[in-house]
């Protein structure tokens, strides 16, 4: 089964920046949204930004406005997550998903293709 691969977590200090980046080899990206959620420990995992066929972003989780933005290169089969000002609510393990829809769906389930996630944290 074909699988996107996250890499680009790590240790990063309050304030400071993370590029995240997701491989989807195998997949025809153009036709497809892409989105990245977490989840931290002892909590579900939420979205966190989707970026739908034609570029457009749709943001999951509000505390993350103004400090993440998602962009992809379809021909590269890549997706980013570039994280800026990170806090410590920030950590979490991040995860990459592929819908099988062009539009950035509000449902976790039309997300069909997972990474493993990679791990980011960000100390208090």
């Known amino acids: 089964q074909l699988r996107p691969v996250e890499s680009g977590g790590g240790l990063v200090q309050p304030g400071g920046s993370l590029r995240l980046s997701c491989a989807a080899s195998g997949f025809t990206l153009e036709y497809y949204s892409i989105a990245w959620f977490r989840q931290a420990p002892g909590k579900e995992r939420e979205g966190v930004l989707c970026?739908?066929?034609?570029?457009?972003?749709?943001v999951y989780a509000n505390s993350v406005k103004g400090r993440f933005s998602i962009s992809r290169d379809n021909a590269k089969k890549m997706v980013w997550l570039q994280m800026n000002s990170l806090k410590p609510e920030d950590t979490a393990i991040y995860y990459c998903?592929?819908?099988?829809?062009?539009?950035?769906?509000?449902?976790?389930?039309?997300?069909?293709?997972w990474g493993q996630g990679t791990q980011v944290t960000v100390p208090s």
């Open positions: 998903a592929i819908s099988g829809w062009p539009h950035c769906s509000t449902s976790i389930s039309a997300f069909g293709a």
């Open positions: 970026i739908n066929e034609t570029g457009d972003t749709t």
